[in-house]
């Protein structure tokens, strides 16, 4: 009795047309009286195959999401290698304003890793005016907060367009 209700529900759900087939739900109560006690071996043969097409439903849905999955990846990896390509094409026709920039991102690290020392050591040692006070920490973001956010893009921006090392020597 409780399989058929189940199957019922499950075939109201395919009838649904606003929805994917991989964003069905299924109920999977396993009956509608808790004081069944039938050994699922007892069930007949009808009941095992629904369940066993039920669960090959389900397979066939995972095999789509991972073939989803797979194309998303194609995606974005083809989108990565052809930024890569664009930027390499681009190092190749600007060498010294790719070696210009290698060299001012070697020179203005060391500056980037002090700027982040002495923030990092007056957020330790303020700390506590920050949890007390919101004026505190207004004070603190305002001072840091924009020159970090504008140095870590221009230190971005040089990176990426820099010209490895490697390149720079041939």
């Known amino acids: 009795m ?8 499950l075939r109201t759900l395919k009838k649904m047309p606003d929805l994917p087939s991989h964003c069905t739900q299924i109920d999977i109560t396993s009956t509608e009286n808790p004081q069944d006690t039938t050994v699922p071996q007892q069930k007949n043969n009808s009941s095992q195959s629904e369940v066993v097409a039920v ?9 789509k999401s991972c073939d989803l999955l797979g194309d ?5 990896s083809f989108q990565h290698r052809q930024r890569a390509a664009e930027l390499q094409t681009w190092r190749e026709n600007n060498p010294y304003v790719a070696q210009a920039c290698r060299k001012a991102a070697k020179g203005l690290s060391q500056v980037h890793t002090d700027f982040l020392t002495t923030l990092a050591e007056e957020a330790a040692e303020s ?5 007390d006070s919101d004026y505190a920490l207004g004070e603190f973001i305002d001072r ?11 230190m ?7 010209m490895p090392e490697d390149e720079r020597q041939n």
Do not use: C, M, W
């Open 2 to 9: 409780e399989l058929t209700a189940f199957y019922r529900r």
């Open 55 to 63: 669960l090959k439903e389900i397979l066939v849905t995972q095999k």
């Open 72 to 76: 998303v990846l194609k995606h974005v």
């Open 127 to 131: 700390a506590e005016d920050f949890t």
């Open 144 to 154: 840091y907060g924009p020159r970090l956010a504008h140095f870590n893009g221009v």
């Open 156 to 162: 971005q921006l040089l990176s990426q367009l820099a």
